[in-house]
């Protein structure tokens, strides 16, 4: 068992800046490849940006390539998503996930594979 909390989220003009943090505690975290994602009301969860248990992949969704970033710390048990040039667009609560096969099935998009998540943090972002 991992448990996963997610916080850094809040209100922000567009062309600001956020960075989101997941703490994680429960299981050894660099055992896992994390992810994120957002969701908002009447749609499906989107991804957002994946790393790899030893940090060395990323990986990215077109619409926020180039703007976010996604990061570990395996010391602190914590995986960070900074988020530059919002859009209004990125309004959502944006969730981390944890999957302990390290993207073995390759899906690192699907949320199919992610066995452990946490609640969320809302982002809000003005025009």
């Known amino acids: 068992q991992v448990q996963l909390v997610e916080s850094g989220g809040g209100v922000v003009q567009a062309g600001g800046s956020l960075r989101l943090s997941c703490a994680a505690s429960?299981?050894?975290?660099?055992?896992?490849?994390m992810g994120w994602f957002r969701q908002v009301p009447g749609k499906e969860r989107e991804f957002v940006a994946a790393?790899?248990?030893?940090?060395?992949?990323?990986y990215y969704a077109d619409s926020v390539k180039g703007r976010f970033t996604i990061s570990r710390d395996n010391a602190k048990n914590t995986v960070y998503l900074q988020m530059n040039s919002l859009k209004p667009e990125d309004t959502a609560v944006y969730c981390c996930a944890a999957d302990p096969r390290d993207f073995y099935y390759g899906d690192y998009e699907s949320v199919r594979i992610y066995d452990y998540w946490g609640q969320g943090t809302q982002v809000t972002v003005s025009s």
């Open positions: 429960g299981r050894t975290f660099s055992s896992f490849a």
């Open positions: 790393i790899t248990l030893s940090g060395i992949s990323t």
